[in-house]
């Protein structure tokens, strides 16, 4: 038995792998707008003796152990990683977690592959991890748990240790029961989450949809329903609930439901967009891009749930209607690509490429170039300054957990204009009123919301855009951590 009183599982490291100029292992700061890294990461802070449980890349697995590090930023806790071989990793993670698990998630059924996943090297990882945790987590220790590809974790977790408070959180939508059930494997998933003693998911809907699929599938009783919190709209859009499921009994055991959305960092996001290097970035957008025109910004990553294409589609029926855009208009569609090899994602970003390639052929001017696209990754500084000189945040996913680009543009717009145009879809069209929310799957919805949102004038921008940063600031990162902490008092506080 370990040592560690808090234990956090995530596939992802606290800190990027580099070398320095003698070649030595240094760490540094993912270059990633990802807002949740440094929280968890912070939540070491007010303790020394935590342990964070992540993967490493490795050629003989067999041959290796559990890798086990000590950290001092923020404070002295453990990294401890596991060995996996690349067959390993592909399996687990862009086999079974992104063919299997990812259009489940997203309800897009018709994407679903099963026929090439390994369901026993998705058992083995998460085993691996499992007892990792087991091996370092102290007599009543509490062990988070993040995201679907560790399903299988908990359950491991509380047949070696059931004295460990177990929390889950699902970084992903959770899908309407009757496709959950597609999944082959459903009742061991059901079974492992309900070895917790909370799970947590970004908005009522996904509590809901896992609620009812906890139910039916594998019986679990549900607690009564409660109001929603007020943060969620909870009437009227795609994923509103005006009440959801306070808890599961099953096997003897309660388990409590939360919802609470992920928030981001409004005070980093409005210190950093008054510093000199967002201000040069800044200079550089006005120059090479706005020339004193409206700008539209889209960021996401290259996935079929982005929505990325029938967003140029949009653009490009607004180009055809509307000449007297011609020159006055630009979209800069920042679409971070996908790892090499997963078919799918390159068949995506080609699609996306020549749609942009097509629409820049059909309407470029001498001095207009139409489509700005990028597939590199952008450094969190130039990403703020887009934010800053944006008319109109355009992010219309088919599907999304939550989308945190959202919300970062509205903390970004802090007393200033600017319009969010933003999918029903979308986890965070429940917490951000004030939006121009839009239906992605409709012509005429995307139509009307880039033709509002283009030509809304200031004071009602202003007024919105209020609303969305107030929502934003009153709910930070910070918060939802000690939220999802809070039914384990001695972890509640983030120092």
């Not at 070491?44 to 930023?73: C, K, Q, Y």
């Not at 494997?185 to 699929?213: K, M």
Request: charged share 25%; net charge negative.
């Amino acid at each position: 038995m370990g040592q560690s009183s808090f234990v956090i599982l995530y596939h992802r490291t606290p800190f990027d792998e580099a070398k320095d100029a003698q070649g030595n292992q240094v760490w540094v700061d993912q270059k990633s707008p990802n807002g949740i890294i440094p929280t968890l990461r912070n939540l070491f802070r007010s303790r020394n003796d935590g342990t964070w449980i992540a993967w490493r890349h490795v050629d003989h697995p067999e041959e290796m152990d559990v890798e086990r590090l000590e950290m001092t930023n923020p404070s002295p806790f453990a990294l401890c990683r596991i060995p996996l071989a690349d067959e390993q990793i592909s399996s687990f993670y862009h086999i079974t977690s992104k063919e299997c698990f990812w259009p489940i998630l997203h309800t897009f059924p018709t994407h679903f592959n099963v026929n090439n996943a390994n369901w026993g090297i998705f058992e083995e990882v998460n085993k691996r991890f499992a007892d990792a945790a087991c091996n370092e987590a102290a007599e009543g220790a509490t062990v988070w748990v993040h995201d679907y590809n560790l399903w299988l974790a908990p359950g491991y977790i509380r047949q070696q240790r059931p004295d460990l408070k177990i929390a889950f959180f699902h970084h992903t939508p959770f899908p309407g029961n009757d496709v959950f059930a597609i999944l082959p494997w459903r009742e061991q998933i059901l079974e492992s989450l309900l070895c917790c003693d909370v799970v947590g998911f970004h908005i009522p809907r996904y509590t809901e949809n896992f609620a009812r699929a906890a139910s039916t599938l594998v019986g679990a009783k549900r607690g009564p329903k409660i109001s929603v919190d007020q943060k969620f709209i909870s009437v009227g859009t795609a994923l509103s609930e005006g009440t959801v499921t306070s808890h599961l009994d099953h096997n003897g055991r309660r388990i409590q439901l939360l919802s609470s959305p992920v928030g981001t960092s409004p005070d980093v996001i409005q210190e950093l967009s008054w510093s000199a290097s967002v201000e040069s970035y800044g200079e550089m957008i006005v120059q090479d891009t706005k020339k004193g025109r409206k700008l539209i910004l889209s960021a996401s990553r290259v996935d079929y749930t982005k929505g990325n294409e029938e967003l140029l589609l949009a653009f490009e029926r607004l180009l055809e209607r509307r000449e007297d855009l011609h020159g006055e208009v630009v979209l800069m569609l920042a679409c971070v690509a996908a790892a090499s090899g997963m078919k799918i994602y390159e068949e995506t970003q080609r699609s996306i490429e020549e749609m942009a390639g097509r629409i820049n052929g059909r309407f470029s001017q001498v001095d207009w170039i139409p489509v700005r696209f990028s597939t590199r990754r952008i450094p969190y500084e130039e990403m703020v300054a887009w934010f800053c000189h944006a008319d109109v945040c355009w992010i219309t996913p088919l599907r999304d957990g939550l989308n945190l680009v959202a919300k970062e543009y509205a903390a970004a717009r802090r007393h200033r204009g600017g319009v969010l145009v933003l999918s029903e879809f979308t986890g965070a069209s429940v917490v951000l009123e004030g939006a121009v929310l839009t239906n992605p799957y409709s012509n005429r919805r995307m139509d009307e919301a880039i033709e509002a949102a283009l030509a809304m004038p200031e004071h009602e921008q202003r007024q919105r855009m209020e609303t969305m940063s107030a929502a934003v600031e009153a709910y930070t990162v910070q918060d939802w951590a000690e939220e999802q902490l809070a039914g384990f008092p001695e972890v509640a506080t983030i120092g």
